[in-house]
């Protein structure tokens, strides 16, 4: 749907990422139909002067939920930025001053945060979904990063491990055990009565 109205316009990706105050790679990410926060649907509805509802439900036709990202509280947007940007890898998409608010992406991931609930900080909990845990947490070793605990294969068929970021807030990343239906199976499961 992006990528017609775009093209609708006669606008190259670079014209739509200027217009829109949006990085070049959130709008090939859009395009190649991944999730966005909202701010970033925002900015593009706002170009093409259509409702944010209405870019939903036409790129996203015939499905009910349409994805979830987390807004997590923090002390410092700026640092929280730069935290994420220069230690987890992620890009920055969108930094606003008034209210002070940030989106950053990582691939598919996409997180927001804003210093609107900052009496809050710390108290948020992500759980990131990556192809190759044991790969992303040897990326992290040798960053000034908090780990909580070791890197583990979990009873509740995961392999994970759990940072802070720089308010505290507990992001767990995380990838399925190869068998998860033999662990199911052997009765290694978390008893939900």
């Known amino acids: 749907m992006i990528k017609k109205l775009r093209i609708s316009k006669a ?13 070049i790679r959130t709008i090939q990410r859009l395009e190649r139909g991944h999730s966005a926060g909202l701010e970033s649907l925002k900015s593009v509805a706002a170009v093409f002067e259509i409702s944010v ?12 939920f349409l994805g979830a ?13 730069q935290f994420y940007r220069d230690n987890l890898g992620f890009e920055v998409e969108v ?14 991931t996409i997180i927001e945060f804003g210093e609107g609930r900052k009496r809050h900080a710390g108290s948020g909990v992500c759980v990131i979904f ?25 009873d509740y ?7 802070k970021d720089n ?20 009765g290694n499961r978390v008893n939900r009565t």
Do not use: M
């Open 53 to 64: 509802s209405d870019l939903l439900n036409a790129h996203c036709e015939g499905e009910q």
């Open 11 to 23: 606008w190259s990706q670079e014209q739509l990422a200027e217009f829109s105050g949006l990085s």
């Open 130 to 154: 990556v192809n190759d845990v044991d790969e992303v947490h040897h990326e992290y070793a040798t960053k000034e990063i908090e780990f909580v605990g070791d890197i583990a294969a979990r």
């Open 69 to 81: 990202n987390p807004i997590l509280p923090v002390k410092s947007v700026e640092e929280t930025a």
């Open 157 to 163: 068929g995961s392999r994970d491990f759990r940072i």
């Open 95 to 108: 930094l606003w001053d008034n209210p002070p608010y940030g989106v950053v992406a990582r691939d598919r």
């Open 167 to 186: 308010s505290g807030n507990i992001l767990i990343f995380s990838s399925p055990l190869i068998n998860q239906q033999e662990l199911i199976e052997s």
